[in-house]
């Protein structure tokens, strides 16, 4: 598990911006069991778009439905009370992408691909989708950060990761001496967020999660994050090059087949489609 302290990394404080108010919003929400359509109703209420994208998404061939909805309630319950948190929260983070380059757009992709294959990996799974889907597209923070404040290592980043063919972790290694995992939990530390998502922003890569002393639950939401990584790595969405899965990690995830891990893919594609397209809005960007 990680080890790396703040105090170790770069002085880059000033580079990491803060989260968005709306973003926020919706972490308390996620955490609070208790909370209500009424209290999602009133963070999209924040920013007036949230509620025209939300009809759209609702309206979409992708919910096969056969009557036209115009109330964001309906909206809400046709998509999921838990899709429509996680969907709010994507768009309010991508602000902290702006304005997108190539590199931050292609991370943003990945990074929105991981979320959704988190949720549905954590649905077959036994767990709530939500949680894991803000894992998912917070799981490389690290990397925005990094790219933020020291583009021109991320560069050779970039460059080493593709020419030796070895994971971005490890060319992170070699060339800054530190790791996305070590600057994620730096950021998550920073912003406050939950222990869990933190744990899991920083290890979503070390070999040693099933012998670690969190627990089960934790375990198998950092698990469900890095196998949902190692499947859009193979997919190539975005900007990535990530590692695989031991048999034993596989197994815990009950995902030990080839023939299920190609059905998964197939699965992640089309939700993929869905999501890309509500959280990037009309101009794809």
Same mark, same amino acid.
């Given at each position: 598990?990680k080890?790396?302290k703040?105090?170790?990394?770069p002085n880059?404080?000033?580079?990491?911006?803060?989260l968005?108010?709306?973003?926020s919003?919706?972490l308390q929400i996620?955490?609070?069991?208790n909370?209500?359509?009424?209290d999602l109703?009133r963070?999209i209420?924040m920013d007036?778009?949230?509620s025209?994208?939300?009809l759209?998404?609702?309206?979409?061939?992708?919910?096969?439905?056969?009557?036209?909805?115009a109330?964001?309630?309906?909206?809400?319950?046709?998509i999921g009370?838990?899709?429509?948190q996680a969907?709010?929260?994507?768009?309010?983070?991508?602000?902290?992408?702006?304005?997108l380059n190539?590199?931050?757009?292609e991370?943003w992709?990945?990074?929105l691909?991981?979320?959704?294959?988190?949720g549905?990996?954590?649905r077959?799974?036994?767990?709530?989708?939500?949680e894991?889907?803000v894992?998912?597209?917070?799981? *490389? @923070?690290?990397?925005v950060?990094?790219?933020?404040?020291? $583009? +021109?290592?991320?560069?050779e &980043?970039?460059?080493?990761s !593709?020419?030796q063919?070895?994971?971005?972790?490890?060319?992170?290694?070699?060339?800054?001496?530190?790791d996305?995992g070590d600057m994620?939990?730096?950021?998550?530390?920073?912003?406050?967020?939950?222990?869990?998502?933190?744990?899991?922003?920083?290890n979503?890569?070390?070999? *040693? @999660?099933?012998?670690?002393?969190?627990?089960?639950?934790? $375990? +198998?939401?950092t698990l469900? &994050?890095?196998?949902?990584? !190692?499947?859009?790595?193979?997919?190539?969405?975005?900007?990535?090059?990530?590692?695989d899965?031991?048999?034993?990690?596989?197994?815990?995830?009950?995902?030990?087949?080839?023939?299920?891990?190609e059905a998964?893919?197939?699965?992640i594609v089309?939700?993929?489609?869905?999501?890309?397209?509500f959280?990037?809005?009309?101009?794809?960007?």
């Amino acid at each position: 598990m990680k080890k790396t302290k703040p105090e170790n990394l770069p002085n880059v404080f000033s580079d990491v911006p803060s989260l968005p108010v709306v973003a926020s919003r919706m972490l308390q929400i996620i955490a609070d069991e208790n909370s209500s359509l009424q209290d999602l109703k009133r963070v999209i209420s924040m920013d007036q778009s949230f509620s025209s994208r939300l009809l759209k998404v609702a309206n979409s061939p992708y919910y096969r439905a056969s009557n036209t909805i115009a109330d964001i309630t309906d909206a809400i319950t046709r998509i999921g009370f838990t899709t429509v948190q996680a969907l709010v929260f994507a768009i309010s983070l991508k602000d902290l992408r702006r304005p997108l380059n190539k590199v931050d757009f292609e991370l943003w992709e990945h990074s929105l691909a991981v979320s959704v294959a988190s949720g549905l990996i954590a649905r077959d799974a036994g767990l709530s989708a939500g949680e894991p889907f803000v894992y998912g597209l917070l799981h *490389d @923070i690290g990397k925005v950060v990094i790219n933020l404040s020291m $583009k +021109k290592e991320f560069a050779e &980043v970039i460059q080493m990761s !593709a020419q030796q063919d070895i994971p971005f972790y490890q060319a992170e290694q070699k060339v800054l001496g530190f790791d996305h995992g070590d600057m994620g939990k730096y950021v998550a530390e920073q912003w406050r967020l939950p222990a869990n998502l933190a744990f899991v922003i920083a290890n979503h890569h070390e070999d *040693d @999660i099933l012998e670690c002393q969190e627990s089960n639950d934790l $375990k +198998k939401k950092t698990l469900v &994050v890095k196998a949902a990584d !190692a499947l859009c790595s193979s997919m190539e969405i975005g900007l990535t090059h990530s590692g695989d899965l031991s048999d034993q990690e596989w197994q815990f995830l009950k995902l030990t087949t080839a023939k299920k891990r190609e059905a998964l893919r197939a699965r992640i594609v089309e939700e993929y489609k869905s999501y890309r397209e509500f959280v990037m809005g009309a101009s794809g960007r």
